[in-house]
């Protein structure tokens, strides 16, 4: 359950990455950054991570490096990228600005391969990476 299309620009484009995520046969777990776990709940396959959420207060809280070790020590099998608008935190898209997940991003740009997007908006994608 979700909103109409016409209110929310990320219903078509999450419907349709939950149905390429159910065709993946390989499927075991998954990682969504910068949050999204109800999707692994959805297709109850697991996270890879011990975080769930990497929004600004769980980097500031837990520390990115720690969140860093926990990824390279349970590396997912593929990793989701959605786009979350963080402006309300004072910074940029995750990934991007080095407050906010530059690390992580680096560590994933580095380990996983893109394999699948669909737009969302005007200036962004979802994105499916697999690791390498």
């Known amino acids: 359950m979700t909103f109409r299309p016409e209110l929310d620009p990320?219903?078509?484009?999450i419907a349709q990455l939950l149905k390429r995520l159910e065709t993946l046969p390989d499927l075991e777990n998954f990682l969504v950054v910068p949050e999204g776990v109800m999707l692994n709940y959805?297709?109850?396959?697991?996270?890879?991570?011990?975080?769930i959420n990497f929004m600004p207060?769980?980097?500031?809280?837990?520390?990115?490096?720690t969140i860093l070790q926990d990824l390279?020590?349970?590396?997912?099998?593929?990793?989701?990228v959605i786009p979350k608008d963080t402006r309300e935190y004072g910074v940029g898209e995750f990934g991007q600005d080095p407050r906010y997940g530059a690390r992580i991003m680096s560590w994933i740009a580095s380990r996983?391969?893109?394999v699948w997007q669909v737009p969302m908006g005007e200036d962004s994608h979802?994105?499916?990476?697999?690791?390498?």
Do not use: C, F, M, W
């Open 10 to 13: 990320r219903t078509e484009p």
């Open 42 to 51: 959805q297709l109850r396959k697991p996270s890879s991570s011990k975080y």
């Open 57 to 65: 207060p769980e980097i500031i809280i837990y520390g990115e490096e």
């Open 72 to 80: 390279a020590d349970h590396p997912p099998q593929y990793v989701v």
């Open 112 to 114: 996983y391969e893109p």
């Open 126 to 132: 979802i994105r499916l990476l697999k690791r390498k």
